[in-house]
Structure formats: C-alpha cells, structure tokens
C-alpha cells in the first residue's frame, strides 16, 4: 500500500526567503507526481505535475523535483510572498486505476 | 480549460436526511471521476472511483450504501449521503481524469457538509 509522507507538517518564514519542501513514498512505482495548494476551506489546485521519466519541473519560483527511485520529491519555492501562505500536498498516481495517494500536507505561513 | 464544478459549496442537513452532491467537468470529458473525503486538518482520503457508466469502486472502509455514487455521463457524478449522521461532516472533493490526458486529475471546488 502506497504511502506518503511529507516533512515539515508546518513551516513559517519570512517573507524573501526561499524554502524547500519534502515529499516521500514509499512505491516506487509510480505514474506521476503532483503538487497542489490549498487554501483553507477551498478546494485544490495544481501546482506542478512532474511525470515518472522526468525529473524535475519548473513553473515561474516554483521548481518541483522527482528521484523516483530513492522515492522522494521536493518542492522548492523562491523568494517566498505572503501569498503563498497555504497547505501544500503531494500525491502520487499509482495503480491502472490512476488513484491519487496524497500526502499528509505542509501548512506554510510567510510572515511579513 | 479543465475546469470542474461541485454544488452545493456547502450544505446544512440534519441527522437522518440524505444529502446529494454534484460534481461536473464544464470543457472536457470525464470517463472518470473520483470522490475524496477530507477533515479538518487531515489529508484527502479517496472514497470511491466512479466510471461512466458502470458501478463504482470503493474504498476498503468506505460504506456504499451510504454513500451512493452515480456517473451517468461523461460529465456528471453525484455522491449521495444517505441517513447522514454528525461524523459524516466533512469536506468532500470530486476529481475528474481528462481522457485526452492520461492520469492528470483535475479538481473540483469542494463541498462542505455539515450534519447537525
């Protein structure tokens, strides 16, 4: 059974500050690998989607990356803002039924 | 363009009624959807994959006679509550797969339920 851990469960920062979150699992075999943010009480939304070939991912201070084999995933956000204050979730596709396994997440707050 | 709908965005019901929620994929085709469950400051929990057309697929632990899931077409799945209790309370999330896109899910926004 696929499980997935994230590490830290919560982080503060100042604003500027660049930072590194994890993301571990523990089935290598894996399709793909997505990071979402989620704001409180909303619903998701996709961040980075890095597929089981690739290694890693960019989208403008956001660069997600994937060792497939060691089973881990980090994502890197630079110059932090007091916008980017959310829960951040990993979650692998495994399976032929495509299921998404999620992560237990990172509250992360940006302090001015 | 992948855009996914879910009404209500929240719903008060009391304790014994049962509760019907719509997940919708607007711009594209959805052969599958996906039905998540979520508390408060926990993870998402999949409960149950739904395909157009057949029956759905639950999650070990995930009553189905509680939680009835219809996708009748390639753009809607609804997941019933039935006789909803106090610990039924949760946030819960569709997803939809893209069948241009393989193993992309896109989600909805959401659905607070809460049983009094």
């Known amino acids: 059974k696929q499980e997935v851990t994230q590490i830290p469960a919560a982080l503060s920062v100042p604003e500027g500050e660049n930072l590194v979150l994890n993301c571990s699992f523990t089935d290598s075999a894996i399709y793909n690998l997505q990071w979402f943010r989620q704001d409180p009480g909303k619903g998701l939304t996709s961040l980075l989607l890095?597929?089981?070939?690739?290694r890693e991912q960019t989208s403008g201070r956001l660069n997600a990356s994937l060792d497939k084999s060691s089973g881990r995933s980090t994502l890197y956000i630079a110059a932090s803002q007091p916008g980017d204050s959310a829960t951040y979730l990993c979650?692998?596709?495994?399976?032929?039924?495509?299921?998404?396994?999620f992560g237990t997440g990172t509250r992360l707050q940006v302090t001015l | 363009g992948a855009v996914v709908s879910q009404h209500p965005s929240w719903v008060i019901c009391k304790s014994g009624t049962s509760v019907k929620i719509e997940c919708r994929s607007l711009?594209?085709?959805?052969?599958?959807m996906f039905w998540y469950r979520q508390f408060p400051k926990q993870s998402l929990m999949l409960m149950a994959t739904s395909n157009e057309g057949s029956k759905a697929t639950y999650e070990q632990g995930v009553e189905k006679d509680k939680f009835l899931i219809n996708h009748a077409s390639l753009t809607l799945s609804t997941l019933t509550v039935t006789s909803a209790h106090p610990e039924d309370s949760s946030f819960y999330i569709c997803s939809a797969r893209d069948l241009q896109k393989s193993y992309e899910q896109y989600f909805g926004p959401g659905t607070r339920l809460t049983v009094t």
């Open positions: 979650a692998v596709h495994t399976g032929t039924a495509s299921k998404l396994t």
């Open positions: 711009d594209f085709q959805a052969t599958t």
């Open positions: 890095i597929q089981s070939s690739q």
